[in-house]
C-alpha cells in the first residue's frame, strides 16, 4: 500500500505561482511513477503531468507545457508540480497519483490516489 497526501494549494491571482507537494508513504514509494490530475467542477479528472520513478521521464499535458514542472526527491519520498503563470482556466482541484515505475497518461493505470488540494486563480 502507498499512501499519498497532497498539500500546497490556494487561493491565487492569474500570473502567480504555486507549488504543491505528494508526500508518498508506505512500502517502497520510491519505485513508483507519481503523476498529476485535476478536476474541475463538472468536467472529467484530466493528466497534468508525470514522473518517472528514477525522476528519467516525464510527461506533461499540452495545456500546461512550459509553464508547470514535475520533480521528485525519491530521499523525501515526494513529488513536486510547480505551476508558474497560473490562469484561471487551471483552477481545480489536483490530485496525486501513483502507479508502479514507468508514467501513464490515464487515471485508469495509477494504483493509489490522494485526497486532492484545491487550486483557484482568479482573473
Known amino acids: 500500500q502507498v499512501q499519498l497526501v497532497e498539500s500546497g494549494g490556494g487561493l491565487v491571482q492569474g500570473g502567480d505561482f504555486l507549488r504543491l507537494s505528494c508526500a508518498a508513504s508506505?512500502?517502497?514509494?520510491?519505485?513508483?511513477?507519481m503523476a498529476w490530475f485535476r478536476q474541475a467542477p463538472r468536467k472529467e479528472r484530466d493528466f497534468v503531468a508525470a514522473?518517472?520513478?528514477?525522476?528519467?521521464?516525464?510527461r506533461y499535458a499540452d495545456s500546461v507545457k512550459g509553464r508547470f514542472t514535475i520533480s521528485r526527491d525519491n530521499a523525501k519520498n515526494t513529488a513536486y508540480l510547480q505551476m508558474n503563470s497560473l490562469k484561471p482556466e487551471d483552477t481545480a482541484v489536483y490530485y496525486c497519483?501513483?502507479?508502479?515505475?514507468?508514467?501513464?497518461?490515464?487515471?485508469?493505470?495509477?494504483?493509489?490516489w490522494g485526497q486532492g488540494t484545491q487550486v483557484t486563480v482568479s482573473s
Open positions: 508506505g512500502r517502497t514509494a520510491g519505485d513508483y511513477a
Open positions: 497519483a501513483a502507479r508502479k515505475y514507468t508514467v501513464a497518461v490515464v487515471t485508469t493505470a495509477y494504483d493509489y
Open positions: 514522473i518517472s520513478w528514477s525522476g528519467g521521464s516525464t
